[in-house]
T-cell receptor, first 114, second 111 residues
Framework: DAGVIQSPRHEVTEMGQEVTLRCKPI?????LFWYRQTMMRGLELLIY????????DSGMPEDRFSAKMPNASFSTLKIQPSEPRDSAVYFC????????????FGPGTRLTVL | KNQVEQSPQSLIILEGKNCTLQ??????????LRWYKQDTGRGPVSLTI?????NTKSNGRYTATLDADTKQSSLHITASQLSDSASYIC??????????FGTGTRLTVIP
């Protein structure tokens, strides 16, 4: 298995633009997580899905952020409009059953908003 | 307040030396604690998971301990190697499936 796949790996955009991050989880995993990582705050859970259904989105910072999982093999995290403070590395992770089990992280997308 | 605190923030050691990283938590109710290793530019990778009944668990040169009474965990690295240079993140899971992350310890092993 190729592991969790994220794209793009790097994204540079200007303030106010829409940004879409993409994730393909490991086949067969039924949980998918989106995280944001910054030097100041470390890893923060934004939202997670179980069987394509959002379970907990309490970590989503504000209405500018939205996430979807239209099927078991694809998820998106969208920021509209983007702001400089959104600059961070965004990770997607997937796991089997529940969060007791090991989460496998993708390589991350480094987002820079100018 | 549910918190996970790690110390030190950063650490530099000589290759071949041992080191211990600390994780203190106030998370309740406790379900499990996991240590992740994150290499620069990559996603975290799980090293070990500790449940309430486990005191010690090893994964090669990595040994994790858990004291559920004092709510402390440590990660001991034996005979460090250059490849151990990474950030180590402590994550505590509650019974309600909530995850709480420490901000990590940045370890640098120098030759």
């Amino acid at each position: 298995d190729a592991g969790v796949i994220q794209s793009p790996r790097h994204e540079v955009t200007e303030m106010g633009q829409e940004v879409t991050l993409r994730c393909k989880p490991i086949s067969g995993h039924d949980y998918l997580f989106w995280y944001r990582q910054t030097m100041m705050r470390g890893l923060e859970l934004l939202i997670y899905f179980n069987n394509n259904v959002p379970i907990d989105d309490s970590g989503m910072p504000e209405d500018r952020f939205s996430a979807k999982m239209p099927n078991a093999s694809f998820s998106t995290l969208k920021i509209q409009p983007s702001e400089p403070r959104d600059s961070a590395v965004y990770f997607c992770a997937s796991s089997l059953r529940d969060t007791y089990n090991e989460q496998f992280f993708g390589p991350g997308t480094r987002l820079t908003v100018l | 307040k549910n918190q996970v605190e790690q110390s030190p923030q950063s650490l530099i050691i000589l290759e071949g030396k041992n080191c211990t990283l600390q994780c203190n938590y106030t998370v309740s109710p406790f379900s499990n604690l996991r240590w992740y290793k994150q290499d620069t530019g990559r996603g975290p990778v799980s090293l070990t998971i500790m449940t309430f009944s486990e005191n010690t668990k090893s994964n090669g040169r990595y040994t994790a301990t858990l004291d559920a009474d004092t709510k402390q965990s440590s990660l001991h690295i034996t005979a460090s190697q250059l490849s151990d240079s990474a950030s180590y993140i402590c994550v505590v899971k509650t019974g309600a499936n909530n995850l709480f992350f420490g901000t990590g310890t940045r370890l640098t092993v120098i030759p």
